[in-house]
């Protein structure tokens, strides 16, 4: 039996997902090489099985990038080592650093470079994090303005040991950003604050011109990506963000390549417009280390673009769809085409 897409079981998903564990002659090019399979724990309640996984899986050509140079590259990273501030680029090793900063673009991390929850995919340090430091919205802020940024995205780690997950943080980041120039956007990349409506608010009244909060990953595999998150707080913390600023943008992405079917990712990004998302951000999973989620397939070229023509069609002010996207990956770009997209 052969499914007649290459991308998997996009007919009877049910049924695939009830025959394929007992089949083994269905061949599918996208079966997920990560399997959640759960049997009852001693204690009566389930419990999730040894991860199963395949071999690797070879890198691509269009996955690869020229190494980060430039006079730009440079001189942004010695004004980030002077000013003592950190950037996602760097800890996440985002594959576009060098196209970013030769743009004079950046996404600051704020709150320390060591983060409380440890995500199956993420390459950021996890652990006991330091104290935060109340001089470093004043910091970024001075930064940003001598590198005369038209537009800032600033991100975190996630600090579930503070009271508001760090929510002040980024409200006074924005606040000095904005008084020193006010005609540049700022973007925020939150944490989900354990859904604490409170912790938004306080975001949402620096008011942001982007609130960005990632998605990640299919429900199917929020477990085992992202075990200190929940799909639905997700989804329901960006809808109320629409809701209680419904003039500023919202936005999220998902990675791809961690295991989920091609009707799963659909199933997410029609919640996304659900939650009332402006733009959508779509990029492939790349494995940082052998301790990290093996990459269970890579996603081709005309695959992103075609999940690009499916959310601009699910309503999406703007969709950012290719094998190296990230969040923050032409962010200074994506303001104008949303808004464009929006009033047209």
């Keep these: 039996m052969t499914w007649p897409s290459s ?63 430039g006079t730009n590259y440079a001189r942004l990273r010695g004004m980030m080592r002077e000013s003592g501030l950190h950037t996602v680029c760097e800890e996440a090793r985002c594959p576009n650093i060098g196209e970013c900063w030769e743009h004079q673009a950046a996404t600051f991390m704020i709150l320390g470079d060591v983060c409380t929850r440890n995500c199956a995919y993420c390459a950021v340090a996890h652990g006991t994090p330091k104290d935060w430091d109340p001089g470093e919205p004043l910091r970024l802020a001075e930064a940003v303005a001598r590198m ?55 975001v949402l ?43 500023a943008l ?38 940082p280390s052998d301790g990290h989620l093996p990459v269970a397939r890579y996603y081709t070229p005309a695959e992103f673009a075609e999940l690009g023509a499916v959310g601009r069609d699910l309503g999406f002010a703007h969709v950012e769809a290719s094998p190296l996207t990230r969040s923050s990956y032409h962010a200074w770009e994506q303001v104008d085409k949303a808004l464009a997209a929006r009033t047209s």
Aim: proline share 9%.
């Design 7 to 69: 991308r998997g079981p996009t007919i009877f998903p049910d049924l695939y997902r009830i025959v394929a564990p007992l089949t083994p002659e269905v061949r599918v090019s996208a079966v997920p090489l990560v399997q959640l399979t759960r049997e009852t724990s001693p204690h009566g309640g389930p419990r999730p099985l040894p991860v199963m996984t395949s071999p690797a899986v070879r890198k691509p050509s269009w996955i690869k990038v020229r190494a980060p140079g």
């Design 148 to 202: 005369g940024l038209a537009h800032v995205v600033i991100t975190s780690v996630d600090r579930d040991d503070l009271p508001n997950g760090g929510a002040e943080a980024f409200a006074a980041c924005v606040t000095e950003i904005r008084a020193r120039l006010p005609e540049t956007t700022v973007e925020v990349l939150i944490p989900d604050f354990k859904g604490s409506a409170t912790a938004l608010q306080l």
């Design 205 to 247: 009244d620096a008011r942001p011109a982007i609130l960005n909060h990632n998605l990640e990953t299919v429900e199917r595999l929020y477990r085992l990506a992202r075990p200190g998150g929940r799909y639905d707080r997700a989804l329901r913390l960006l809808a109320t963000a629409r809701e209680r600023s419904p003039g």
């Design 250 to 287: 919202t936005k999220s992405g998902i990675i791809l390549g961690m295991g989920e079917e091609w009707d799963e990712i659909l199933v997410a990004m029609r919640d996304l417009r659900r939650s009332d998302v402006n733009i959508l951000t779509l990029g492939q999973y790349l494995r």
